[in-house]
């Protein structure tokens, strides 16, 4: 029956004058992500984009709701009946009729119209259209519950349905659903950035948060073999996988930190252990981010997490970075954070026992608030230059597809 899908953007609306320019972002990404799930034709009209199926469907695959559910850029979207601009008013009460039709089954139902009139030369205004297809619809739906114990209702404050006619210069658009987008801006709109990904909970969804607000991500896993082994890794690549879903091709970067962490725990004091290895990270992510054209660096961090997340660690960590450190989830709940993960799909996958590179050797009790100054000092006795260098030319570097 639908033969349209109407999309509406968020705050790319805003945009003024760089609007075709996020709009066609938008469009390339609906087209790269659909592929395969859908065949149509992209338009798009004021404030709207269409997507004029090649072949009318009853409802929309749980697979396209999903995926234009997450796909960054979107408010929200609706499946639609199209009708011609000079259609007469008792052809959208038909097809009004039949939408509520489809959502008959035991229980009485409320309905409502609301009418929005674009196109000025559609002979009725927009109330007066809300009225007339509202009465006949009312009458044909409640004629047609006659020998049930059903009735339709007219309720103008929460209804049940509510049909919506949207009355512009190319077609009138009949439809009842509105599926909720993530909002956000759509990808490539802004620079790329690397993201830090763990084989934890919150780093990939950091990458998502990213990936809404139009950044492109690269990844960067630091490993510890032997001490974690295959399954972190295909951890890894998983949540990769997940992630180019909305990411398209990933880049991801691995890179082992073995020597590294056998290095502090030899020459460092333990207590300073977990905030050192983390500025190593970061050095080696800002070196890396510099040449493949990352312009930030992103991490999972969530204020107050655990001890290497409190404001004097992540200062006397993000000291070293000489690019920016994104943190989306900082004031995020872990509740929160699952809650996200569950929904873009990494969740199953982050909970997969493993071992984690910072876990082994990790100090008994690491120190919450150390400052710069005595984690320079303690740092010192180690080749940092070179243990950089060192890691940066073994990184190996993999494409991964979304699946
Ligand atoms: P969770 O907290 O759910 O166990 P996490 O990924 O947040 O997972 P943390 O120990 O809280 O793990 O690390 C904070 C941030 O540091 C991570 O979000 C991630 O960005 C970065 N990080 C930690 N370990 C690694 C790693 N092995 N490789 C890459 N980045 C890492
Ligand atoms: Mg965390």
């Not at 953007?9 to 609007?19: A, I, R, S, V």
């Not at 519950?145 to 509510?162: A, F, G, N």
């Not at 909305?246 to 977990?274: A, P």
């Not at 997969?352 to 100090?363: A, E, G, L, T």
């Amino acid at each position: 029956m639908y033969d349209l899908i109407i999309i509406r953007y968020g705050e790319m609306g805003l945009k003024g004058k760089n609007f075709s320019k996020f709009s066609q972002a938008l469009k390339d990404d609906i087209r790269r992500r659909l592929a395969g799930l859908l065949e149509f034709k992209i338009t798009s009209t004021y404030g709207r984009i269409f997507l004029d199926l090649n072949q009318p469907i009853a409802e929309l695959p749980p697979e396209v709701v999903r995926t234009l559910q997450l796909l960054p850029g979107i408010a929200s979207f609706s499946p639609a009946v199209t009708l011609k601009p000079s259609a007469e008013i008792d052809k959208l009460a038909d097809i009004g009729s039949k939408l509520i039709e489809s959502e008959l089954n035991e229980g009485s139902l409320s309905f409502k119209v609301e009418t929005n009139r674009a196109n000025k030369d559609y002979p009725f205004s927009s109330p007066e259209v809300s009225k007339k297809t509202g009465g006949m619809i009312y009458q044909k739906i409640n004629n047609l519950l006659e020998d049930k114990k059903q009735k339709l209702t007219v309720d103008v404050h929460s209804p049940d349905i509510q049909v919506e006619y949207d009355i512009r210069d190319s077609g009138i658009y009949v439809f009842y659903k509105r599926f909720s987008g993530s909002g956000g801006l759509p990808l490539g709109s802004a620079e790329s950035a690397l993201l830090l990904l763990s084989a934890g909970i919150d780093s990939p969804v950091a990458g998502w948060q990213m990936m809404r607000r139009g950044a492109q991500i690269k990844a960067l896993h630091f490993h510890t073999p032997p001490y974690t082994g295959e399954k972190a890794l295909e951890k890894v690549r998983d949540l990769s996988q997940k992630l180019a879903r909305y990411n398209g091709s990933t880049e991801l970067y691995i890179c082992e930190i073995t020597d590294i962490q056998r290095q502090i725990r030899e020459h460092c004091h333990k207590d300073y252990s977990i905030t050192i290895l983390r500025r190593m990270m970061l050095r080696i992510a800002t070196e890396l981010a510099k040449k493949i054209n990352a312009q930030a660096l992103v991490t999972g961090d969530s204020l107050g997490q655990v001890a290497s997340q409190t404001i004097t660690n992540l200062r006397t960590i993000s000291s070293v970075a000489r690019l920016p450190i994104l943190r989306p989830l900082l004031t995020w709940d872990k509740h929160d954070i699952i809650g996200m993960a569950k929904k873009i799909g990494t969740y199953e996958i982050s909970i997969r026992p493993h071992q984690d590179c910072c876990s082994i050797f990790v100090p008994e009790n690491p120190i919450t608030k150390p400052r710069p100054r005595p984690t320079e000092k303690t740092e010192k006795a180690l080749p940092i230059e070179e243990l950089v260098q060192t890691a940066l030319d073994e990184i190996e570097k993999e494409i991964i597809t979304a699946k």
